[in-house]
């Protein structure tokens, strides 16, 4: 069984910073491509940031030279620093991960964190 474990959400005040992590667990052979995506109320989910297992990264535009993700393959765990906050970055947080175990590929999301940036 793999779980992916999202942390570090809260409420943040606009200029703020916080740092999430994602944590995946379980009966791991390799963990791929890994991503932050985020969802506003009433918004679809987008995709924020995404990293490779050899740490190539991308990011939505909203978000470049603000947030920068980065990962801890000995930990399975991925992070997400979010710096210079802004009311329109609220959202529940997700992480998602390819994951290879000893059966099969298959696609893994988190059940999210949420991040509330007001004054």
């Known amino acids: 069984q793999v779980q992916l474990v999202e942390s570090g959400g809260g409420l943040v005040q606009p200029g703020g910073s916080l740092r999430l992590s994602c944590a995946a667990s379980g009966s791991i052979f390799a963990v791929n491509d890994m991503a932050w995506y985020r969802q506003a109320p009433g918004k679809e989910r987008e995709l924020v940031a995404h990293?490779?297992?050899?740490?190539?990264?991308n990011y939505a535009d909203s978000v470049k030279g603000r947030f920068t993700t980065s990962r801890d393959n000995a930990k399975n765990t991925m992070y997400l620093q979010m710096n210079s906050l802004k009311p329109e970055d609220t959202a529940v947080y997700y992480c998602h991960a390819v994951i290879t175990t000893r059966l099969n590929i298959m696609d893994y999301w988190g059940k999210g964190t949420l991040v509330t940036v007001s004054s």
């Open positions: 990293i490779t297992d050899a740490g190539s990264t």
